[in-house]
């Protein structure tokens, strides 16, 4: 069946490997649509990249996948377009806010349904339910990632004040926000493999990740990424970028955020000639069509990741249609996921 939202967005926005994410700003795209506390989390993701991913990768009535859900923008963005979701993530106060803005989104009419699961993704086997393997079309995820890039800020008496800008309150051992680059990377690769067999064959994994700055060096977390996924089997398929600056008369309009522009100005002060990052890179992997297990597998055939390498057609052209449809599993009301762990 055609599907009229995904022909609306074509018309406005051909899919293209740069997506158009950011001509609303952040708040703008959220209004309304999510429970204002969360604004309290530090890293949620564009609204509208969430859409276009879901768009691109899904069909309506199919299943998605956030194994680090946060304030469950995957969720809210693929309930509205018709999409039944499942979010798994560590701290209970972002998933209770998740499971707020999933009620939000069942209240204003969103035809999909969503649940959300408060446990350790690195162990997601035991989270999800063992009748949910194989069915979801999509995972789609963000790592959190460097603190110098989270928050807000205010000026205050003794300076500029940061607020928002922590996962946590207290020191989980599991959450990946408090590893080190290494630490990160082996963690998500485990979310990776383990949600591998959650997927249905030719199911894809839609990542999106910044490279950031420790004092002054680039953190290429993309890379990484792409080589957890490899790593866990599945096979990289695209690479695109998601714009977080608004496109205005042929220009580009910057949204950067206070640490962003203060890390440019101060090394453009020194001399060197930083740019301001206004995307998102955005790693699109698939679990091969090819069910046997990743180790008694051949190679994987797909070119490696470039920018633009592949269209997102044809990335969608490896799905498998056959998989049935799987509503009833799911069949839990909005807002009322089980606690697993
Ligand atoms: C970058 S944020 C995701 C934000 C989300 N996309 C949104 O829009 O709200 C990463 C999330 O992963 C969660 N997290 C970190 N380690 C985790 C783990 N081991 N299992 C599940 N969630 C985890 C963090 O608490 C954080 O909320």
Not at 104 to 132: E, K
Not at 202 to 212: D, I, K, L
């Amino acid at each position: 069946m055609a599907d009229p939202i995904r022909h609306r967005v074509d018309e406005m926005w051909p899919l293209t490997s740069v997506w158009v994410t950011g001509q609303q700003s952040s708040p703008v795209q959220r209004r309304g649509r999510y429970v204002p506390e969360s604004t309290q989390h530090p890293a949620r993701m564009l609204p509208a990249i969430a859409r276009h991913a879901i768009i691109a990768y899904t069909e309506p009535g199919d299943m998605v996948l956030d194994p680090m859900c946060g304030i469950g923008t995957t969720l809210v963005e693929a309930m509205h377009l018709g999409r039944d979701a499942t979010g798994v993530e560590i701290e209970q106060r972002w998933c209770d806010l998740a499971r707020a803005n999933i009620a939000l989104a069942a209240s204003q009419g969103a035809p999909g349904r969503a649940a959300v699961l408060c446990g350790d993704a690195t162990s997601i086997g035991q989270v999800v339910p063992a009748a949910l393997r194989g069915r979801y079309a999509l995972l789609l995820t963000s790592p959190p990632y460097g603190p110098t890039v989270h928050g807000h800020v205010r000026p205050g008496p003794d300076g500029v004040q940061k607020s928002a800008n922590r996962y946590s309150d207290h020191r989980h051992e599991g959450n990946l926000a408090h590893r080190d680059l290494r630490g990160l990377v082996d963690g998500f690769a485990q979310i990776l493999a383990g949600s591998f067999s959650l997927l249905r064959p030719g199911g894809h994994v839609v990542v999106t990740a910044r490279p950031w700055r420790t004092r002054g060096e680039l953190v290429d977390l993309p890379a990484a990424v792409v080589a957890a996924g490899v790593q866990a089997g599945l096979q990289p398929v695209e690479r695109c970028v998601a714009l977080l600056a608004a496109l205005r008369d042929g220009r580009f309009v910057a949204r950067p955020s206070f640490f962003q522009l203060q890390q440019v100005r101060k090394a453009i002060a020194r001399g060197v000639p930083l740019h301001l990052i206004s995307h998102e890179d955005v790693l699109i992997l698939r679990r091969p069509t090819d069910t046997s297990p990743p180790n008694q597998r051949g190679r994987a055939t797909a070119r490696p990741a470039t920018a633009g390498s592949l269209s997102p057609g044809a990335a969608r052209a490896g799905t498998n249609g056959d998989t049935p449809p799987a509503r009833h599993i799911l069949d839990t009301p909005s807002g009322d996921g089980g606690e697993v762990a």
